[in-house]
């Protein structure tokens, strides 16, 4: 089942601007991690911030999370053309037998014009 | 070498063929993941493997068979599927979690299969 929902689902700029993108969860998470798609490609991991961190930073990537109101939000600052993808945030919960699964919000496809 | 490599990159299938689909990771890593991803839809996992063994099953129609040969190496049997099982199919691997604390997982680049 899903669990992450990003907003908004889509988010088109300008070249240099800012993209801030927001995820809402709905059960208690370990980490939660950030992923980009490129169109019709595998994923890359961005950037993971686990359950007892706020903040966090990777280059141009801002990452915060705030479990009391389970929600995360990801900035990536001084936009590129090359920015254009999917971005999903996905939380990672335990499943049993020492497992963890990602549950993937549904997206937010981000348009970068140049 | 941080590369999850996925063949074929495309198939194209009857509802009676059998094909299977490939992916393979060299940093190793113990737990490897099938995910089944539509258009403009996130991933959906499928299967979990853990150390060579199936840990989580999503409530897959058997017609997906998952197979681990080895720590490096895990397959996806397919026989019978329908036109909707036409997706994305993205394998991707992670290092096991230590102390509760899961990792990012490395995905391949998919394979996109198209039932007739």
């Known amino acids: 089942s899903q669990q992450g929902e990003e907003d908004p689902q889509a988010l088109s700029i300008q070249e240099g601007e800012n993209a801030t993108m927001n995820c809402s969860y709905k059960?208690?998470?370990?980490?939660l991690q950030w992923y980009r798609q490129n169109s019709g490609r595998g994923l890359v991991h961005l950037i993971l911030i686990r359950s007892n961190e706020r903040e966090k930073h990777s280059g141009r990537l801002r990452v915060t999370l705030d479990t009391s109101k389970k929600s995360s939000s990801l900035l990536i600052t001084a936009s590129r053309a090359a920015d254009t993808a999917s971005y999903f945030c996905?939380?990672?919960?335990?499943?049993?037998?020492?497992?963890?699964?990602?549950?993937f919000g549904k997206g937010t496809k981000l348009s970068v014009i140049p | 070498d941080t590369e999850v490599t996925q063949t074929p990159k495309h198939l194209v299938m009857g509802m009676t063929n059998k094909k299977s689909l490939k992916c393979e990771q060299h940093?190793?890593?113990?737990?490897m993941y099938w995910y089944k991803q539509k258009a403009k839809k996130p991933p959906e996992l499928m299967f979990v493997?853990?150390?060579?063994?199936?840990?989580i099953n999503e409530s897959v129609p058997s017609r997906f068979s998952p197979e681990c040969p080895n720590s490096s190496l895990l397959n996806l049997h397919l026989h019978a599927l329908q036109p909707e099982d036409s997706a994305l199919y993205l394998c991707?691997?992670?290092?096991?979690?230590?102390?509760?604390?899961?990792?990012?997982?490395?995905f391949g680049p998919g394979t996109r299969l198209t039932v007739t």
């Open positions: 996905a939380t990672a919960s335990p499943s049993g037998a020492g497992s963890y699964q990602l549950t």
């Open positions: 991707a691997s992670s290092q096991e979690p230590r102390s509760g604390s899961p990792y990012e997982q490395y």
């Open positions: 940093m190793g890593h113990r737990a």
């Open positions: 493997y853990s150390y060579e063994k199936l840990s």
């Open positions: 059960t208690s998470i370990n980490n």
